[in-house]
């Protein structure tokens, strides 16, 4: 099965909301990855966040991360239009050579 | 600029006929990848290399093989297409020899009928 499953499946917000999306896992990590992919494109990577650490800002995103309830939530703040992708995260596996990916949550954000 | 291409970007083929996608990346990164992404199933490993000549199997090879004899390319050979490959697939790389932030290539839509 997936590692890393991602909550809400899809979300549909206002511009200016904040949009949270969630993420588990069963095993023990090294890391944590959040990715974003617009419609058909090429993913782009948005945060990493290690085993030892907490919580994690890069702008208008906020990552937290709960070893002991293996899930992470990232937090995107005053949404905007072009927020509008599929964002999913990534777990590191296999001794830190393998990314295994969940199935993502589809946000939209609505002018 | 800093990139990963892949070519073909779109490919319809038949069941059977051999094809090679090819991915280059020129940021000299050690580790590089393969992922297929199908819809509902997120994005699967279908090989990994953390260095020339040094290639592993992901989470579902079966049915592709990966060379890597240049640090810069690490092309995905089916050598037998089966119509279960029909997918959207992407190359990535990363510097080191782990999974820290990873490029990703735009993608290269297969179709085999």
């Known amino acids: 099965s997936q590692q890393g499953e991602e909550d809400p499946q899809a979300l549909s917000i206002q511009e200016g909301e904040n949009a949270t999306m969630n993420c588990s896992y069963k095993t023990s990590i090294n890391n944590l990855q959040w990715y974003r992919q617009n419609s058909g494109r090429g993913l782009v990577h948005l945060i990493l966040i290690r085993s030892n650490e907490r919580e994690k800002h890069s702008g208008r995103l906020r990552v937290t991360l709960d070893t002991s309830k293996k899930s992470s939530s990232l937090l995107i703040t005053a949404s905007r239009a072009a927020d509008t992708a599929s964002y999913f995260c990534a777990k590191e596996t296999g001794g830190g050579n393998k990314l295994t990916f969940g199935t993502g949550t589809q946000l939209k954000v609505e002018l | 600029e800093a990139q990963v291409t892949q070519n073909p970007r779109y490919l319809i083929t038949v069941t059977g006929k051999k094809l090679t996608v090819t991915c280059s990346q020129n940021?000299?990164?050690?580790?590089m990848s393969w992922y297929r992404q199908d819809p509902g199933l997120g994005l699967r490993q279908i090989y990994y290399?953390?260095?020339?000549?040094?290639?592993d199997k992901g989470d579902v090879p079966e049915g592709y093989k990966v060379s890597r004899k240049e640090k810069r390319n690490f092309p995905l050979i089916l050598e037998s297409p089966s119509p279960n490959q029909t997918s959207l697939y992407f190359c990535?790389?990363?510097?080191?020899?782990?999974?820290?932030?990873?490029?990703f290539g735009p993608g290269t839509r297969l179709t085999v009928t």
């Open positions: 290399s953390m260095n020339v000549e040094v290639t």
């Open positions: 990535a790389s990363s510097t080191g020899t782990s999974v820290y932030e990873q490029y």
């Open positions: 940021m000299n990164h050690e580790y």
